[in-house]
């Protein structure tokens, strides 16, 4: 426990829990935690885990985050776990799913993508065709994206 | 309907448009005279240039008595930095079906999630070319009575040439042997080879082109183009390595068939265009009859059975 312990714990807010090590600055791009926020952040990294050898820890106060906001980490953090706290003790777990599509969480990373051109209005969607081995495409020009791109071109 | 890869077909699907397209060929022809799509108008939207396919679709148009508006204004609105967006929904107004080709990949996706109407892809940059393959599949119907299990040639530039690679994908859903003749910088791409595999496709690779045709049932032949090549010594080196003349046919199956989505330079020497092996020209005739098959399919307006 005292391990475990490392930053407080917190009133209120959301711990994300379990993610894979080292992978926690990219969580928090793609949560769009950039400092720009007055709410308090705690963030662990490559700490010891019995369940997955290390991990990282991010703790964000008084912010609820909401599922779609969390399923976006499926790409990066797929098994990491969420709790939602109110007064100190879990209120809520929640899962993180990848749907059958990314809506406007990134832009297709092929140059000559008819979505490169930033004044076209359309959704910017990547499609997931498999889960299992992950393989996702830009719904317009069909393009495979790999995660490292998908977080290169986050929106 | 849009078509905007042939993946947006089943294979029962593509052949019963074959099948509306052989039907049609006397109004291709202008043997006859049908007028399905009177009162019907179609938008060429070309915001890059391909005449052929352009004049393919509106005679197409014209034959059914429809009406084809030719938007050669596209190309200002893009550079006043129009949207595809916006020029879609003007079209929308306008027409009942909408061809586009563009210099952008993805474009015709984006343009049929952006309006109602009926869009076709006539091509998008590196992406798909339907139409092409549907017409290319007709043809091979016509000359040997049937499009699967055929032992087809794809030759020239496999690395960048969109037609054989979605001709390739499409004959592989049909059971065919392909054997890829290229020079080594212009290979198929090893992800496309892989997915042509993985569908069942028996794929052989070579370099060399005469020992591959004397079992085909189809030789595919594509244009190297400079373009492709940094520099001009590279393009020196592999230009017209690969060129069919009529005596290169002498060991050939009779009813073999020479295909080119033309514009041809050197790879089809002329000595081979009085013989039965050449295909190429009622290739191109037999873009017609395809798109209307498409524009009648994409209208929801049925084909008679019978034309006199
Ligand atoms: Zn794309």
Known sequence: MSEMRRVSAICNGTVIDHIPSGSAVQVMRMLHIDGSHSNPISLVMNVPSSKVGSKDVLKIEDRELSQEELDRLALIAPSASIAIIRNYGVAEKRQIELGSELVNIARCSFFNCITQNPNEPLPHRLQVVSQDPLEIRCAYCGRAQSVGEIIESLI | ?308
């Open chain 2, 1 to 308: 309907m849009d078509l905007i890869t042939m993946d947006d077909l089943t294979n029962e699907e593509a052949i019963s448009l074959l099948d509306d397209a052989e039907r049609l060929l006397p109004i291709a022809r202008g043997d006859a005279y049908l007028p399905l799509l009177k009162g019907k108008v179609l938008a060429n939207l070309f915001f890059e240039n391909s005449t052929r396919t352009r004049l393919s679709f509106e005679t197409s148009m014209k034959r059914l008595g429809g009406e084809v508006l030719n938007l050669s204004e596209v190309g200002s609105s893009v550079k006043k930095g129009e949207t595809l967006y916006d020029t879609m929904q003007m079209i929308d107004g306008y027409a009942d079906v909408a061809v586009i080709r563009h210099p952008r990949q993805g474009a015709a996706q984006y343009a049929a999630d952006a309006v109602q109407i009926p869009i076709m892809n006539a091509g998008d940059g590196a992406g798909n070319h339907p139409t092409q393959t549907l017409l290319d599949l007709f043809t091979i119907r016509q000359g040997q009575g049937k499009i699967d299990g055929l032992n087809v040639v794809m030759v020239g530039d496999l690395r960048y040439g969109r037609t054989a690679h979605s001709l390739s994908h499409a004959l592989s859903r049909f059971g065919a042997s392909l054997t890829l003749v290229s020079p080594e910088p212009l290979k198929m791409p090893s992800e496309i080879v892989r997915d042509l595999k993985s569908s069942g496709c028996h794929i052989e690779e070579s370099e060399d082109l005469l020992p591959a045709i004397s079992s085909a049932d189809v030789v595919y032949m594509t244009r190297i183009q400079r373009e492709r090549f940094p520099d001009e010594a590279e393009y020196e080196k592999v230009a017209g390595i690969y060129t069919l003349k009529a005596e290169d046919l002498r060991s050939v199956q009779s009813d073999m068939m020479i295909m080119h989505p033309l514009p041809r330079v050197n790879e089809i020497h002329p000595s081979i265009d009085a013989t039965s092996h050449a295909w190429y020209f009622k290739q191109a005739f037999n873009g017609v009859p395809t798109r209307m098959a498409l524009l009648c399919r994409s209208l929801g307006i049925d084909i008679p059975e019978a034309i006199v």
